[in-house]
């Protein structure tokens, strides 16, 4: 008996070992950014490198290309949940996929996965591309960065809409086996463990009841892969953070605070999403348009491509067109010249009267002194007269 104890407590601290060594190995693993899309390239930005697929417009109208739609896709996905919906956007729109820090086939380092981070680096790739004025749509958590791309870089973006993203972090809940693999040491020992058949039930939820996801993609496989991509590190440390951004302040409140005209889509039968309340949130913003489209779940985008990519276009069509914004930023920059030379003339003009009233000043003391010096001749003439 005392022999069967002590191999169970060498058992149990073998284990706790194991779990322990795991933990570190997990916590400390990183990831180098590498292409996974067709046309996609790879940014090497100031903080991160992120894979980045630009689409061109492939057949403008006559007054050229509208405003450039940007997309950036939910927690634990990548650009791939786009698919679907570029060729839908990108005939008179150029359309900008991207994969986010720690997604897909983006970086996944150690730290930067704050809100405020992943918007500096989104808004870091845009710039590169030359892009302003984008309409530019987030996908759950995806909706949080693009909140804060409008917050921190007003020139890049002109509009903002969401698809499945809760204003608040009480309005959204995930599924328990998510819940779970945040637990520390337990969350390491099941992302070790986890197979194929458990991550595919753990995306369940981001979809309506019953939807063949699997089908939704031209690769069936592809939520393992994006799950698979991920380090512990990215999956852990994103959605903490994306949680930390809400508590900070709402997605109404802050898109309230842009002025940014806002458009939510949102799903009537989604399973993460408390979709009354967060209609609710957003109904309140100036100017909003919100959306809550029946029988559809979390992934607007792929249970229902067709009706959300009108939306958006319609969304985006009455963004300016970068004809347009080239124009205005042409007006505004001969306005800033003019400006500039008008200052200039009026400093020249301002530098010539300081000379003549210096001028003036020095010829009315050299008239002084000449006076002065005038008189003083005169009285000594006098005095050598009388002497």
């Known amino acids: 008996m005392k022999r069967r104890w002590k191999y169970t407590i060498v058992a149990v601290v073998v284990l706790a070992a194991l779990l322990a060594i795991n933990t570190v190995v997990i916590d400390s693993e990183t990831k180098p950014a590498g292409v996974t899309a067709d046309g996609g390239q790879i940014f090497k930005l100031s903080s991160v490198d992120l894979q980045v697929v630009d689409h061109p417009a492939t057949n403008p109208g006559p007054g050229g290309e509208g405003a ?19 060729p839908l956007l990108n ?18 380092p150690k730290s930067g996965y704050s809100i405020s981070e992943q918007a500096r680096a989104v808004s870091e790739a845009l710039n590169r591309l030359g892009v302003r004025g984008a309409a530019v749509v987030g996908h759950s958590m995806g909706g949080d960065v693009a909140t804060a791309v409008a917050e921190g870089a007003s020139e890049l973006v002109n509009r903002v809409a969401v698809i499945g993203t809760p204003s608040a972090t009480d309005q959204a809940k995930l599924p328990a086996v998510g819940r779970i693999t945040y637990t520390p040491v337990i969350g390491e020992a099941l992302w070790r463990l986890r197979p194929d058949a458990l ?4 995306y369940e939820s981001a979809f309506a009841p019953g939807f063949d996801y699997e089908a939704a993609f031209g690769n069936p496989d592809q939520v393992v892969e994006d799950n698979r991509a991920m380090t512990y590190t990215s999956f852990d440390l994103a959605a903490a953070e994306s949680d930390q951004f809400s508590d900070d302040g709402t997605i109404a409140a802050r898109i309230t605070a842009t002025g940014v005209p806002f458009l939510a889509i949102l799903g009537a039968d989604d399973q993460i999403v408390d979709t009354p309340a967060a209609a609710q949130s957003f109904e309140a ?13 979390h992934s607007a985008n792929l249970e229902a491509p067709s009706e959300t990519a009108e939306l958006l276009l319609r969304f985006a069509g009455a963004a300016p067109s970068p004809s347009e914004i080239a124009a205005a930023e042409a007006r505004a920059e001969r306005r800033k010249q003019k400006a500039e030379a008008a200052a200039r003339r009026k400093e020249q003009a301002a530098k010539r009267s300081r000379k003549a009233a210096k001028r003036k000043q020095a010829a009315a003391e050299r008239k002084r002194k000449t006076t002065k010096n005038k008189g003083g001749k005169g009285k000594r003439a006098k005095g050598n007269g009388k002497g």
Do not use: M
């Open 91 to 108: 005939q008179n729109h150029r359309v900008i996929t991207l994969d986010l820090t720690g997604f897909g086939g983006s970086e996944k």
């Open 199 to 202: 991550i595919r039930q753990g």
């Open 285 to 297: 913003v100036p100017g909003a348009t919100v959306r809550v489209l029946g029988d559809i779940g």
């Open 68 to 86: 450039p739609i940007v997309l950036l896709h939910c927690y634990a996905c990548s650009l791939h949940w786009w698919d679907q919906l570029v």
